[in-house]
Nanobody, 124 residues
């Protein structure tokens, strides 16, 4: 059974930092692209960041460029989203996702597997 499990969400003050983790299981993900989307209340799901696990190529969404970074873990089924300088508008449920395609198609939401989501709340 293919599964993505997110962790690391929570409540943080504006200007603070959080790190989200996503662990994939159920198949070999070493050639996949993994990353994150987010969905704020009443809004559509938006692309945040992606990384191709074999090439290491990353893509960061415009709204978080310069504040968020994405990295792969030593085990090639783990990705991390480091979120710095958080703003109240970053409050959302953050979803981990995985796909066999590249970062460009991933960013358009063409994703094979989704996690359950982790809530991030940024207080002003």
């Amino acid at each position: 059974q293919v599964q993505l499990v997110e962790s690391g969400g929570g409540l943080v003050q504006a200007g603070g930092s959080l790190r989200l983790s996503c662990i994939a299981s159920g198949r070999r993900f070493n050639s996949y692209t993994m990353g994150w989307f987010r969905q704020a209340p009443g809004k559509e799901r938006d692309f945040v960041a992606a990384i191709n696990l074999s090439a290491g190529v990353t893509l960061i969404g415009d709204s978080v460029e310069g504040r968020f970074t994405i990295a792969r873990g030593n085990a090639q089924n783990t990705v991390y989203l480091q979120m710095n300088s958080l703003k109240p508008e970053d409050t959302a449920v953050y979803y981990c996702a995985a796909d066999r395609g590249g970062t460009a198609s991933f960013s358009r939401g063409l994703v094979e597997v989704w996690g359950q989501g982790a809530l991030v709340t940024v207080a002003s």
